[in-house]
């Protein structure tokens, strides 16, 4: 299995993402993180502690990534259309994470125009950073997604994801009464992926 997750906007959780989809399929095979990113934050996350897989840089990639089963590919903010186009054809599912504001929401419709015919079925929406109800901007954000492919999990928004990354590890190793959630949310999306 191939990963890459993408999309136009910062700070949407795309390494968040790309760190726990590695962590759950390291407990299916032998997985590598790509860390196709130039700022460098999924490799910055596992020097801080330890990642139950290996991560290395788009450079290094073309040798690892023939030892392993499983291979998620985590990538910089506002790819040009000719780098998406690739990361697109490079992969066997794009995850495309999005919090579920207006903002957002137009940076994702943008990059999936630009994908649309290529990788219809092959690219699958994530909403990350899901407030509590009562807000309902999640339900909106579906809403104004209903004709794209949606992940049925949301990601919620929980703090023990940013105590995952200062500590270098992932979201389950910390000692946070919501981890255990936080994880399970991930787990879930995996589960999704490999049904
Ligand atoms: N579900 C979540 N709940 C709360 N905080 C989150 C969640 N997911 C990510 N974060 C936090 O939000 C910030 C941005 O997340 P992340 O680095 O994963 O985004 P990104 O899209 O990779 O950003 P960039 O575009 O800079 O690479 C981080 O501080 C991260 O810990
Ligand atoms: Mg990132």
């Known amino acids: 299995m191939l990963i890459t997750v993408a999309g136009f906007k910062g700070g949407i959780g795309k390494t ?30 596992s020097k801080r502690g330890a990642f139950p897989f290996k991560v290395v840089d788009l450079m290094q990639a073309a040798l690892y990534s023939p030892k392993y089963e499983h291979i998620v590919i985590d990538t910089a903010a ?17 995850v495309l994470p999005t919090t579920p504001d207006a903002l957002a929401i137009d940076a994702l419709l943008q990059t999936v125009d630009l994908l649309q015919d290529k990788i219809r079925d092959r690219y699958r929406i994530l909403l990350t950073m899901v407030h ?13 997604l209903s004709e ?15 105590k995952a990354s200062l500590m270098g590890v992932p979201v389950y190793q910390v000692k946070d009464r919501m981890a255990k959630i936080a994880w399970s949310d991930y787990e879930q999306v995996g589960k999704e992926i490999t049904s």
């Open 16 to 45: 968040t993402t790309a760190v726990h989809l590695a962590c759950y399929f390291s407990k299916l095979g032998d997985t590598l993180l790509v860390d196709g990113d130039p700022n460098r934050s999924a490799t910055g996350w």
């Open 132 to 144: 509590p109800k009562p807000v309902k901007m999640a339900e909106q954000a579906r809403v104004a």
């Open 78 to 94: 506002r790819p040009d259309e000719a780098e998406l186009q690739a990361l697109a054809d490079g992969c066997n599912l794009l």
């Open 148 to 162: 794209l492919p949606l992940f049925d999990t949301e990601i919620r928004r929980l703090i023990a994801y940013e």
